[in-house]
């Protein structure tokens, strides 16, 4: 729907309606019990859908894309979508999100956090 309608305008406008509308994953920071294939099966969707979106042939690099266009890859969303998760469990006071973070902690890598927030 978006690359039909808006498929004349700049890079930039598309730019910002794709993070807007394609970079929402709800509950992504969730996301821990997925097999590699499934994971696998949503990252080439994400990459196909920007190869789409903004036009690029199939055999472009999707580094090269990605950098072009600023867009994180899609692991970066994942782990950063976890990382403020954890932070936000961490400020509750309530002791079943502090019982929930627990579980959570040996799923969620502690080292992306510090990259993204430092």
Request: aromatic share 16%.
């Amino acid at each position: 729907m978006l690359t039909r309608r808006f498929s004349k305008c700049s890079v930039a406008v598309k730019l910002q309606l794709f993070k807007t509308f394609c970079l929402c994953f709800y509950d992504i920071g969730l996301w821990c019990n997925f097999t590699p294939g499934a994971f696998a099966k949503l990252q080439s969707a994400y990459v196909k859908c920007v190869k789409i979106y903004f036009r690029f042939s199939k055999f472009y690099s999707v580094t090269m894309m990605l950098s072009e266009l600023a867009l994180p890859r899609f692991e970066e969303i994942v782990e950063k979508s976890r990382c403020d998760l954890r932070q936000q469990m961490s400020r509750s006071s309530n002791g079943l999100v502090s019982l929930f973070l627990v579980c959570l902690c040996g799923n969620i890598c502690p080292v992306f956090c510090v990259l993204f927030f430092f």
